[in-house]
């Protein structure tokens, strides 16, 4: 099987075609998942929204310097507080 390096693929997927045969920890580890890949995504959604409303040279400031730092590239919270510290005037870019 494809899904045996990977077990919450491997879990959903057989959740999806034989719930019953899912064990219910296993099945509250999916569900986890799942809802931390939403409010990650619901998260990235906001921050971006915010960004993109800014004028494009200041756009161009807040992703030139956030894509400078390689502390947390990857969080929307850390895409927020670089634009909140900006917005503040606490970074001067």
Request: hydrophobic share 50%; net charge positive; aromatic share 12%.
């Amino acid at each position: 099987m494809r899904f045996r390096r990977y077990p919450l693929c491997a879990l959903e997927r057989r959740a999806r075609h034989a719930p019953h045969t899912v064990p219910p920890a296993a099945w509250s580890a999916v569900q986890a998942e799942r809802r931390a890949r939403c409010a990650q995504a619901r998260a990235w959604r906001a921050v971006r929204a915010q960004v993109f409303a800014l004028d494009p040279a200041r756009r161009r400031a807040v992703l030139t310097y956030w894509n400078g730092e390689r502390l947390f590239p990857a969080l929307p919270n850390f895409l927020a507080y670089v634009l909140r510290a900006y917005l503040a005037g606490r970074v001067v870019l």
